[in-house]
């Protein structure tokens, strides 16, 4: 049997949010010594009968005593005398306690390689001030002596020292030879110090680039920030990782994820991450579950690989396509129909034109793939929607699923419209909490009401399908579990919630990361819910989030994750017990 240490969710989260990271090829030998190496299959697996308090996410039965699983597959949910009954009789069991049985989570937007490589690198994303930014950069620098190496990841967000952009002059003095390249932890900005721009020929005579933003100073010097389409200057000289160093960043990852309930997940990234989630999956190490979405722009090659390779297993498939219309708002490159109310002669951009986006999505549509598209500022988002609607009245009817990205910032007239053009919202609730801190500041209080607007989506008939965005925000489930319900923002000063009208209740939430999940990577027929004849999937939590106190789920954990009928993850300490009869 292998279990997940509770110590990797102690060097994740410290890899995530500390200043210090073990290396990448210790995170590998660390993860392979505790999960096995090795992803769940049906000859690993065994009978096992799970009690306790189960919800099981189908709206006809929502509530069971017991699970009984067979091998990869759920052979009943009911009462226990029943579930014991499927099995024989020296099966083991699990004992929830007073925990919770839930499906497994689904993670429907995740970035899950770059989130494994930047547990590795320099952590910025808590530097309250400038010199605590530089001196973490600086320590590192020290630290990390490799010929040629950059200092990339860092996740920095200038919010918390008070909104003044970072400039290459900080970091130069410390990093006189060595390129940084790190970027905000939106991804759609970076800085580059003067070492990483020279390695790029980029002088301070470069040019504006359409769909991006070079920021200057009052004398049109490049600060060395550089937004969305701009970040291909530098970009284009960072060296690139190695396939061996993405396969560790990959199985450091799923071990993380397994620790927070995370069983299968829908990476949006690139055809090289794709390659390496097929080697892993060759070499058995996949424990994670994995739908990976491939650049829009580039269709034509997924139909012609699903055409000659299929779509997948039940560990690894492929169909989806990820595009983008606009930037981020911590950016302020997210396309707005207004102004910004901090900067009233900017109302953000747009990184693809409407041509592009219609004639891709209308291709893709038509070889029967899956389009998914980041839309966050309320123009980029009625933008995309009209492109949806048109495609498919040129297309005609099929299950298209078609998806908004991220969904931020509606305008209420285009709400309905998710719901009515079977649109569906894949959203991050931890972006609520993180960006209510400041987000009025930068579109209102009018904007606000329709921003992460989890309520209103689900009362017009819209679908939600909720992800972390990792490694932008952390993947936790239970996190963003409570940011949807709660909607309490990271600094504290929003107790009753931050725009409170659009919470949602725990089970609403509960659905989204998972039968929400399933459906939006057309997975609803084997994942999701707690069913006879599906995989299973399941995670033991340690409190009842459905029934219990609201304000109690940020303290709930994670004591055990199964995928495919086998333990991947146990909380040292748990109260869950496995024992026979």
Not at 95 to 109: N, Q, S, W, Y
Not at 155 to 170: A, I, L, S, Y
Not at 272 to 277: I, P, T
Not at 375 to 399: C, K, S
């Amino acid at each position: 049997m292998y279990f997940v240490s509770s110590s990797v969710v102690r060097w994740s989260v410290r890899g995530l949010f500390g200043q210090r990271a073990l290396g990448a090829g210790t995170l590998f030998l660390v993860a392979c010594l505790i999960i096995g190496c090795g992803q769940a299959t049906a000859a690993d697996a065994q009978q096992r009968l799970v009690i306790g308090r189960v919800w099981t996410g189908v709206a006809a039965q929502p509530w069971a005593e017991a699970v009984a699983i067979d091998g990869d597959r759920i052979a009943f949910v009911g009462s226990r005398v029943d579930a014991a009954a499927k099995l024989q009789p020296n099966a083991p069991v699990i004992d929830a306690g007073d925990g919770l049985v839930v499906p497994g989570m689904i993670d429907a937007h995740i970035h899950l390689i770059d989130g494994g490589l930047h547990l590795t690198s320099v952590q910025l994303r808590d530097a309250a001030t400038r010199e605590e930014f530089v001196k973490r950069i600086a320590e590192f620098a020290q630290r990390e002596r490799r010929p040629g190496a950059w200092i990339t990841g860092g996740d920095w967000d200038h919010t918390v020292w008070g909104g003044e952009m970072p400039d290459r002059e900080w970091i130069d003095a410390v990093t006189p030879e060595t390129p940084v390249w790190i970027s905000r932890l939106d991804g759609h900005m970076a800085l580059a110090n003067s070492a990483a721009m020279r390695a790029a020929g980029v002088g301070d005579d470069v040019r504006d680039v359409a769909g991006g933003e070079i920021v200057r100073d009052a004398q049109g010097r490049p600060t060395g920030v550089f937004k969305d389409n701009a970040m291909s200057l530098i970009d284009r000289a960072a060296p690139p990782t190695s396939q061996g160093e993405r396969l560790e960043a990959a199985v450091a990852a799923m071990a993380y994820l397994n620790a927070q309930g995370v069983t299968a997940v829908h990476d949006m990234g690139t055809w090289r991450d794709l390659e390496v989630f097929r080697l892993a999956h060759k070499q058995g190490l996949l424990n994670v579950r994995v739908y990976s979405c491939t650049p829009l722009g580039q269709w034509e090659k997924l139909a012609a690989e699903v055409k000659r390779a299929g779509r997948g297993d039940e560990w690894l498939q492929i169909g989806g396509l990820k595009g983008y219309v606009d930037g981020s708002l911590g950016s302020h490159t997210a396309a707005f129909l207004a102004a910004f109310n901090d900067a009233p002669k900017d109302s953000g951009l747009l990184v693809n034109t409407v041509e592009d986006l219609e004639e891709w999505t209308a291709g893709a549509d038509r070889a029967g793939l899956q389009v998914a598209v980041h839309a966050i500022g309320d123009r980029a988002i009625r933008l995309q929607l009209d492109v949806f609607e048109r495609v498919a009245q040129r297309n005609g009817d099929r299950d298209r699923r078609f998806r908004i990205e991220h969904s931020q910032h509606i305008d209420p007239a285009d709400i309905p419209r998710y719901g009515k053009l079977g649109v569906i919202a894949s959203m991050q609730p931890y972006h609520a909490i993180d960006d209510g801190r400041w987000a009025e500041r930068v579109i209102g209080a009018r904007r606000s009401e329709t921003s992460y607007a989890f309520r209103s989506l689900l009362d017009t008939g819209g679908r939600l399908a909720f992800g972390s965005d990792w490694y932008v925000a952390p993947a936790t489930p239970l996190e963003g579990i409570d940011a949807a319900v709660n909607r309490r923002t990271l600094d504290g000063k929003h107790p009753d919630g931050w725009v409170p009208a659009q919470k949602i209740s725990p089970s609403e939430a509960l659905q989204a990361y998972t039968s929400g999940g399933a459906y939006a990577a057309f997975r609803e027929h084997d994942l999701g819910t707690l069913e006879a004849g599906k995989l299973a999937d399941l995670v033991i939590l340690d409190r009842n989030i459905v029934e219990g106190n609201p304000n109690e789920i940020a303290d709930a954990r994670v004591d055990l994750t199964m995928a495919g009928g086998r333990i991947v993850y146990k909380r040292k300490n748990g109260e869950n017990n496995e024992a026979r009869p």
